[in-house]
């Protein structure tokens, strides 16, 4: 079946009563992530425990039955899996995506703070890893600034699932990847509050994931590529590292 008819699919008679498996495979990638979305997501955050409504057909129900039964790691992998592709695409179209990486993201126990209850690793992360870099994206062009804002909330969170050594290498990562200032200068002060909050009571450099060497390190590294573009362009950037390594 093609993405035109998932999300209305969703609202009403699926059909089948197979599983949530056979439910999603009844569409294309683009329409089981719509209808995914539809049945389990509102307006970014996890709705999968909500009660149905009388007209929900068997095969809806199935599935959110059964997207609420996943475990957070499980959740996790599927909004980022289906939401990473529709964060591609434009206006509502992405903003569906961020609300289902966003769902997967609650449902791991990710927030803005050092750690989450599920810590990815292999291909999970590398699902994760093309989530984040969707969002990215979407969080530096969507016109709307508080699309914006929920989704640097929701980019803040993702990181929190990788452990310390894995999420500075996703940094890493997104800041030599990363074609915009604005979020690069987001990016720099995570780093910053991942180095303070490795150190601890600030009384020493720290030699953990988020040291001061390794810190030190990217900032330069971000110095020198954003400095090869016109000043006023990268200017937020540029900041954020000088501050990071006066820090």
């Known amino acids: 079946a093609s993405a035109e008819g998932a999300a209305a699919a969703a609202d009403g008679d699926a059909g089948d009563d197979d599983g949530a498996a056979a439910e999603l495979a009844r ?32 095969g809806r129900a199935a599935l959110r039955a059964e997207a609420s039964a996943l475990d957070g790691a ?27 990486v966003a769902w997967g993201v609650a449902a791991a126990g990710g927030d803005s703070g ?27 062009s969507d016109p709307d600034a508080g699309e914006r804002s929920a989704a640097y ?19 890493r990562a997104l800041l030599r990847g990363c074609p915009f200032p604005n979020a690069a200068a987001l990016l720099l002060h995570r780093l910053k509050e991942e180095h303070v909050r490795e150190r601890g009571d600030g009384s020493g450099a720290g030699d953990g994931a988020f040291g001061g ?18 000043p006023s362009r990268c200017l937020d950037a540029l900041v954020g590292a000088l501050n990071l390594l006066r820090f």
């Open 114 to 140: 050092a750690a989450s209850t599920v810590v990815v690793e292999g291909e999970a992360a590398a699902t994760a890893s093309a989530a984040v870099r969707a969002l990215l994206a979407h969080m530096a």
């Open 153 to 171: 909330k929701t980019l803040q969170a993702a990181l929190g699932v990788w452990a310390p050594a894995a999420r500075f290498a996703e940094l």
């Open 27 to 58: 569409w294309d990638p683009t329409g089981a992530a719509l209808y995914l979305h539809a049945v389990v997501a509102a307006a970014g955050t996890a709705a999968a425990d909500a009660p149905l409504d009388a007209t929900a057909s068997s």
């Open 74 to 100: 499980a959740r996790l992998a599927l909004g980022c899996a289906l939401g990473a592709p529709l964060l591609q695409g434009r206006g509502g179209l992405a903003r569906r995506g961020h609300a289902l």
């Open 213 to 230: 060497a390794a810190v030190a390190e990217l900032a330069e590294e971000v110095l020198e590529v954003q400095g090869e573009a016109a």
